[in-house]
């Protein structure tokens, strides 16, 4: 949830420059897509490759196999030892790291230009030839549920996200956390663990994104020599099918767990980019959302001043439709009903009264803005690009920024009136229950 | 009289705007930002970078108030009085600087350290205009209403209790305050739900007449905006800014370098899963001359993320954690060394004996030349990322000169780096760090945690 609430900000645009003319584009043979982006500020790259698996393409009773695999992805090739990877990338001053979503893994190194040449042969290496040396497997394990204790388990509003997340959807394995659930993660074996990594991790199922200080021509012949002699996994990749019914009626859950304030979670099943709806439910939640002149800010926290923080969360880059979420802590003395009805309030005043054009403009401006003090890192540069290729085509970005340029007030009334109804809702309450106590002892 | 002290203070910009420049190399000469610096007749330090990469602006102002300025009973006014900048000035309302600075989506944030506060705008290059005048009007005329103290102060507060839920915000609350005891950096920055209480409008005015002072501050800019520019926004909004009354200023309190007399276990009883360890002690100042040895050392121990030992032993062998990392906070008073882990609540004794054994290894023997190199190509080769961005560029400028760096601190630095020893890492390790002495604190389930293993006989009495 996290990492979205960061593309949310920045990743709905309407650019001032264009991007497009940037972006270079390559296919390899084996079907392993190179987008390139030069940018000569700074003498530093971000290489990115981008594999389309994550937790909704994996079976039942292996949740979290994505991202175990995505952890072992670090623990050797049968050329390079455990670790040796992440090593050799920060002795030449880089930093790397993956993460897993519901739909994608991707990896990255950020690094002197000059280096770039290492993350193309480290990062072909590992494509193939994953050692997945069952000690490391068992070890590994261990190492994801102490990740999941810690943000999971012992953290009561992630704790409350996972029951709604899973409540809201009853068919579409978007409902199982990307970690897994404990008890999945212990079962998996290193005989599965392959054949997921030898299913999806094919050079027709990923694509490279590099963004920085490099040259096309000097590193599309590296991409060659280490990614062009790998073939095309031969296992089909079985990709989810399922869709989620309509919902016919409000899901409730709560949560009973140590805490010391209550928080709300209130979840709309909504469609994804590019479905038309999207582009409106994007300036929707920057009015509702974005900044202490928002909505929500404006009206819960300071005026009322029911709750500590609120939020709305439209996540609309996935593959296939996911949620538009509300959430808040209660203030203290506050009733987390309070909460709730005050969170209705604004949805049926946006449904009541017309969103003026400069409260439209100012959300367009907020997402303008952000996106371009969001180009000056390399990361994020090539983030976006991958993100819109993840969803189908990098190209996309264009189609996005015109359609936000397009939204009125009446399609972002529409579009509250349509999805953000009763029937249509997961709500979750945290209710803290709590005890502690402090012992001191001296060592002597 | 008032266009006369422009016109005055004008011609002073004229001559000392290019006094002194400095350029700032990332890596190759190609990609060197000139740096110019300067500072006013009111006192105030100016450092200026220009970047044209992207039409935006970022400006960091930092000023000398912080916790170290607090009186004991006041704990968390220097953050309360940053964050009450942005809530009301002579000409404007809260809500009235929200929404004109979010409607050009711009940002202006307060933030406060254990050491200073700053104020940071992010704006594109067509607002710049705008976006000064507001950060202008905030640093210089806030009304500090009382309604919206006092709305702030339960914002605060809430959060404060809030935070109680995340249990490395416990630990690392409780081991400050075990640490430094009386000493500020022993407090949260925000202040504890007692002395919110008791800070009053007066106190927040005091204060801020006291600190927010042109001398006391250091103004950093970064992006695409044009030196006769600047000039002119500084001329025309920051012109009047004059220190009021020096004889106020109040002292920075010494810290008194006193090693702890016993180690000390803290036990925090939370119905969680995992047991949140730290682990630590006193550490060293920023500005002392072992701090580069201490960072090739700290990188070896525990701050190298993967190529770190205790990242090696604690999570790739033994699988007892996602995250271990050790860190000296090198502040402007000694600020402190731990190394913070969480494990389940089963594992607490194992790894607390695995985190002395590093220490005590690292004490007692040479680092490898491998490691050795390793440390220092990363800490001298990640230079370029960590000031990619003229967000990032701007912060750390006003930074060095904070800390009294210098202004040729990046192309020194690889030298700092480079000159550590062996030999370097083992004295300072020895001299640093201390297997006796320490504080631990361990928030988890009491009943699980099992502390046989690291206890051994002869401590536990």
């Not at chain 1, 990492?3 to 709905?12: D, G, H």
């Not at chain 1, 936000?404 to 999805?419: C, N, S, T, W």
């Not at chain 2, 711009?106 to 205009?129: F, H, N, P, W």
């Not at chain 2, 925090?268 to 002690?281: C, R, S, V």
Request: with cysteine.
């Amino acid at each position: 949830m996290r990492l979205f609430k960061f593309v949310l900000i920045f990743a709905l645009l309407f650019i001032p420059f264009t991007i497009h003319a940037s972006v270079k584009e390559y296919t390899l043979k084996n079907g392993l897509k190179v987008l390139i982006i030069e940018d000569h500020k700074a003498p530093v790259a971000t290489f990115q490759i981008w594999y389309r698996v994550g937790s909704k393409d994996e079976p039942a009773g292996k949740t979290g196999i994505s991202h175990l695999l995505e952890h072992m992805m670090f623990k050797g090739t049968h050329k390079y030892g455990s670790k040796v990877f992440s090593n050799i990338i920060q002795r030449n001053g880089g930093t790397d790291n993956a993460h897993t979503t519901k739909d994608y893994t991707m990896y990255h190194q950020t690094l002197s230009s000059d280096r770039i040449g290492l993350s193309v042969e480290l990062e072909a290496d590992r494509m193939r030839n994953l050692l997945l040396d069952p000690k490391e497997v068992t070890n590994e394990k261990n190492v994801v549920m102490e990740e999941r204790r810690m943000r999971y388990e012992d953290d009561p509003q992630s704790s409350l996200y996972e029951e709604v997340i899973s409540t809201a959807f009853k068919a579409h394995p978007y409902q199982w956390p990307v970690i897994g659930w404990m008890s999945d993660i212990a079962s998996i074996e290193r005989k599965e663990l392959y054949r997921y990594y030898r299913s999806y991790y094919s050079p027709d199922n990923a694509f490279i994104v590099i963004s920085g200080d490099v040259k096309a021509e000097d590193v599309l012949p590296k991409i060659k020599k280490n990614f062009g002699n790998i073939k095309p996994s031969k296992r089909s990749v079985i990709k989810n099918r399922t869709e989620e019914p309509q919902q016919r009626g409000e899901k409730r859950v709560y949560l009973k767990k140590e805490a010391e304030l209550p928080y709300i979670l209130i979840a709309y099943h909504v469609p994804s980019f590019p479905h038309e709806d999207s582009f409106a439910l994007d300036v929707l939640s920057t009015i509702l959302s974005a900044g202490k002149s928002s909505r929500l800010y404006k009206g819960i926290v300071y005026e009322k001043q029911l709750a500590l923080n609120a939020f709305a969360d439209y996540s609309g880059f996935h593959r296939d439709p996911f949620l538009f979420i509300f959430g808040a802590t209660a203030a203290p003395e506050k009733n987390v009903e309070d909460v709730e009805k005050a969170i209705y309030d604004e949805i049926e005043k946006v449904k009541r009264e017309m969103p003026t054009e400069r409260e439209i403009q100012k959300a367009k401006n907020q997402i303008e803005a952000g996106f371009v003090f969001a180009q000056d890192s390399t990361y994020s540069r090539a983030f976006y690009v991958g993100m819109f290729e993840m969803l189908g085509n990098w190209r996309l970005m264009g189609k996005y920024l015109e359609e936000i340029r397009k939204v009125k007030p009446e399609d972002v009334q529409a579009v509250a009136k349509k999805y953000l109804t009763d029937d249509n809702r997961t709500v979750g309450i945290l209710i803290p229950t709590k005890s502690r106590k402090e012992e001191v002892g001296s060592g002597k | 009289m008032e266009s006369k002290k422009w016109k005055m203070l004008f011609f002073v910009f004229c001559f000392s705007l290019f006094i002194f420049h400095f350029p700032f190399l990332t890596l190759s000469q190609a990609h060197a930002v000139e740096i110019k610096k300067q500072t006013l007749p009111n006192g105030l330090t100016v450092l200026h970078a220009e970047r044209h990469n992207l039409p935006i602006v970022m400006l960091t102002l930092l000023i000398k108030a912080s916790p170290l300025n607090e009186p004991a009973d006041k704990a968390g006014i220097a953050y309360l009085t940053a964050k009450m900048l942005t809530e009301g000035t002579q000409k404007r309302k809260a809500s009235e600087i929200r929404e004109e600075i979010e409607f050009v989506g711009a940002s202006l944030d307060t933030s406060t350290g254990s050491d200073y506060t700053t104020i940071s705008l992010s704006v594109l290059k067509k607002d710049i205009e705008k976006g000064f005048e507001i950060f202008s009007d905030v640093l210089q005329n806030p009304s500090f209403p009382e309604e919206e103290i006092n709305r702030m102060k339960e914002i605060i507060k809430g959060s404060l209790r809030q935070s109680e839920e995340d249990p490395s915000f416990v630990a690392s609350k409780a081991f400050i305050k075990e640490v430094f005891d009386e000493h500020p950096y022993g407090r949260l920055v925000n202040g504890s739900i007692e002395s919110i209480d008791s800070i009053k409008q007066d106190d927040i005015i005091r204060f801020y007449h006291e600190h927010y002072l042109p001398e006391n501050a250091i103004l950093s800019v970064v992006g695409d905006l044009t030196s006769e520019d600047l000039s002119s926004l500084i001329e025309r909004h920051l012109g009047q800014w004059k220190a009021k009354d020096r004889s106020q200023k109040t002292e920075v309190r010494k810290q008194t370098e006193e090693k702890l007399r016993e180690k000390k276990i803290i036990v925090i009883d939370k119905d969680i899963t995992q047991a949140n360890i730290i682990f630590g002690h006193l550490g060293i100042a920023r500005e002392n001359p072992d701090y580069y040895a201490v960072s090739v050392m700290n990188y070896i121990l525990g701050g190298g993320g993967f190529a770190s030992r205790l990242m090696k032993v604690v999570r790739d062998e033994m699988g007892l954690t996602y995250s271990i990392y050790s860190s000296f906070s090198g502040n402007k008073e000694p600020g402190q060394f731990e190394v913070e882990v969480q494990t389940k609540n089963e594992s607490a004794g194992v790894v607390i004996k695995e985190i002395l054994k590093q220490i005590n290894k690292i004490r007692t023997e040479t680092a490898t030349d491998r490691e050795l190199k390793d440390a220092k190509a990363y800490l001298t080769g990640s230079f370029p990322r960590r000031l990619e961005t003229s967000r990032r560029i701007a912060d750390f400028l006003a930074a060095v000169q904070f800390y009294n760096l210098g202004d040729d601190y990046i192309e020194k630095y690889p030298d700092y780096i480079n000159r550590v020893t062996k030999e370097d890492v083992l004295r300072v390790a020895e001299k640093y760090l201390n297997p006796e002495n320490y504080v631990i604190v361990i928030v988890g389930n009491q009943k699980k945690i099992d502390l046989s293993h690291f206890q051994s006989p002869k401590n536990v009495h």
